[in-house]
Each structure stands twice: as C-alpha cells, then as structure tokens.
C-alpha cells in the first residue's frame, strides 16, 4: 500500500472529514452525568464549583494540600459561562464538559501530524483508528488529570521532529508542563521522550524550556492565589501517598497489575497491537518508549488503576495503527500484490473499526467505576425538585453526592449503614428530621418510612434510588453531626 496521493484523494478532505466522524461518535457519546471514577466530580468538577459560589464538598486531598488547582481554575471558566447561558449548574457542567471534550480531540490530530511523517496513508490511519477507538470516544468528556495529559503528550509528540523549528518546540514545551503539572506522575514519560527527542542539543532544550516557564508559572500563581507554595501540593501528595500509605488504604496491586488490566481490556488482541506499536519505525521510538517507561514507573506505584496509565493505552493504540501500515506495505511488496492503495486502506480501517466495536461492547470501561455513579443524576434530581430541602445517602458512598450536581445551599447528610457488601442506609436517628430525601439501593424503602420512590439509575447490584418525603426538615443537633463535611472530617476521607 505504498502512498500514492492520487489514488488516496485530497489529503485536507481526509482530515476535515475523519476531524467530523471523531466529533461526531463523541458528541454520541456525550452524558453530563457519566463518571469513570467520583475524582472527575469530587476531585476537579466541585472545586472549580466552589470557585465559584464558594460552596462545596472538600474531600481529605484538598483538606491536606495534595491537590494542584490549575484543572479546577481551568474548568471554572466555562463552568461559569455554561451556567450564565443555560441558568443552572447541569449547563455549567456541560460547558466544561464540552471543554475538556474539545482539548481530547488533541490525540486525534496529532494522530495525523504524526502519520503523516511516514505517509499520507499512516496519516489517514492514525487519525481514523484515534477517531473511532473506543477508550479515547469513552474518555473523551470524562474530567480526568490522565486523559487530559495524555491529550498534552500526543500534542507535543506531534509538534517535535527533526525539523521542528524554535515556536513548535516551545509550543511542546508548553504542552509537557502542562502534562505534568496535570499529574505529575507522568514527568518519567516526559522526560523520556524530551531526552530521546532532543538529546544533546541544548538551544533547542531552551525553546522547550521557554514554553514549559509559562505553564508552570501560571501553575505556581495559582497555587499562590489558594494559599499553597507554588508545587507544596507534590511534596505533600508524595508525603501523604508514598511515605505515609494513604493511597494504599484504596487497595494495592502487584507490579504486573497493569499488563493484566490492558489484557482484560484488549483480550489476545493486546498482543498484536503491542507488535504493531513496535513496528511503527524508528521515527517513533521517542513515543514509544515514554509510554513504555511510563507503563514502568507506575508499576511500581502500590494504589493502580487502569486509567492511571491511559497515556501508555492511547499512545499503544497510535503507534499500532502507524504499524498496521507499515505491515500492509511490507506485505504488499512482498507478495507484489497491486491492489489500490484505497482499497488496501480501507479493508484495514474495516479491521481496526471492527475491533473497536468488538471491545468497546458492552461499556467495559464502565466496570472500573462508572457502573456504580448513580449518584450525579439522582442528586441533579433532587436537586431540581423543590420539594425537597435535604438530601442523604450512605456514609459508605459519600461520593455519590456532590454540590456541583445538586446546585442548591440545602444540608446534605451521609447515613450509617449496615456493612459491605450489600449497604444498606440505617435512618434511625433524629438527624432524619433534617433531611426529606435519600438516595439508596433499590429495595430501600421499607427502611425509610413515609418516604416515596421518586426514581432510579443502574443496574443491580448498583441501582440506586431516590426516595422523597413530604414534609420539610428541621434543623438538629445531629443533623449538624452528620452534615457531609463534618463526617468526612471525622472519618478523614
């Protein structure tokens, strides 16, 4: 399938019109109440929510000082424009949503920029399969550090070659602060492809330097301006996570974690689109390398979870579609087969769609967290109904409330329940008095006496409820003991 431009068509045609299929299966995809894991809420989505009306849930990351601000500072600019035009927090949601949806289309441009070192053809690949692979339209509007910095990562990758000149190296330079800034851990995959990039030559080091000053500055300011030093929130995550353990009390996984979850999410295709990334050529080896040392260095973190290294997936995924057609070529001149070069393309564009559907069936991304957040739609719910002036759940799921969704200064309280695995809420107390709605596990409502089913999300055993009351709510002493904030103090999450 050698390149043949004639054959192949107009190369702006291609990239305009694979740009609008990435746009397309991803405004598809497109659910203001989907979360991969409560961080996108809890951790980025309520903070630039408290930014801006000060109220808020503030979990122990914030409370301790581990979490830089810049995302949260990012997100409360159209966050606060969303709510201006719509008038109500969900369209703040929304825009921010939409922001960060529109930073991951990064990937699929830089998928084109990067192909198109080799040929118009590895262009056209490249683009198509990070347009209709199913991680990157999953992860697309998801408020996630990792996905996020990927987006940083390929967008440098494809701004650095051997012919780069002084403003795409300080535009890279940019990007790879950005990168790290947003999580930090991915400074190994940074520094891996600046060194394999730019090696020994030292002005070029400077023009990526230049563009990395002002991201960090501006990272520094912030951190400044909530009353942090500029980058305390690394030593104190380190502090915290590393040296003290916090992290592992989520739960810690051996080295070999991480080939096991690419594994359960690729199946045996893991395998040849491990040897298609390698078969990308040596113009690659930068990138390849950061995600492999990436995949490394977090391997050796305890607390893992699988889109902790979406940088490794997404750049895996790249490089094997540069692969795949390298492999076309190489079998095509071997066998002297004349096919046209567009229809070779598109018999392998047929593969690696066929592929993407074949494992994104049946959401699997889903299964790491996102099947158990019923929680941001039944909390806009209750919300939005004015009957209600109180909200609760369980202590166990604390993450499934959050200010953002639920837009209004009403008390929100978290419950005793009975234990795991099968929580249910144990309203006994007078602190009942305070609230007139619940969310709870499906079947919850002979526990809840007066209340009525309002509606549900999930399926078992993660379907959740909401179970509202008439009458209003009074304020009590144990009402104040079992406010969220005052019980996340407590318990210290």
Known sequence: MGEQSQQLGNPRLWFWGLLTLAIALRVAAFDPFAVHHPDEVLQYLEPAYRLLTGDGIVTWEYRYGMRGWLLPWLLAGPMALGKAIGGNALAGIVAARIAVAAINLVPVIAAWHLGRRSSLAHAIAAMAVMALWY???????????????TSCFLGAAAMIDGKAGRGRIVAAGALLAAMVVLRFHYAVAAGTFALLTLGSDWKRWGWLTLGAIPVAALSGAIDLAMGQWPFEWVVNNFQHNVIEGRAAQFGVEEPGFYVKAIWDQWGWLAVPIALLAVNSGKAYRPILYAAVFNLAAHSLIGHKEYRFVELTSATAILLAAVGSVNLVQALTQRRQNHWPALASLALLLLGWASASAWLGRGDPL????????????????????????????????????????????????????????????????????????????????????????ARCRGEEPYRRCLYVRQGGCASTPETQSREVQNVLVEIDW
């Open 366 to 453: 889903d299964r790491w967290f996102g099947e158990r957040m019923a929680g941001p739609e039944l909390t806009y719910a209750a919300g939005r109904d004015r009957r209600v002036c109180g909200l609760g759940t369980m202590t166990v799921e604390f993450w499934q409330l959050s200010r953002v969704y639920l837009d209004r200064s009403i008390p929100i309280l978290l419950l005793d329940n009975s234990p795991r695995p099968f929580p249910k809420p144990r309203p006994e107390g007078p602190e009942m008095a305070g609230i007139n709605a619940v969310i709870a596990p499906a079947g919850s409502k002979q526990v809840l006496p007066g209340y009525s089913l």
């Open 135 to 149: 991680e990157p339209i999953y992860f697309s509007s998801h408020v996630l550090t990792e996905v996020l910095a």
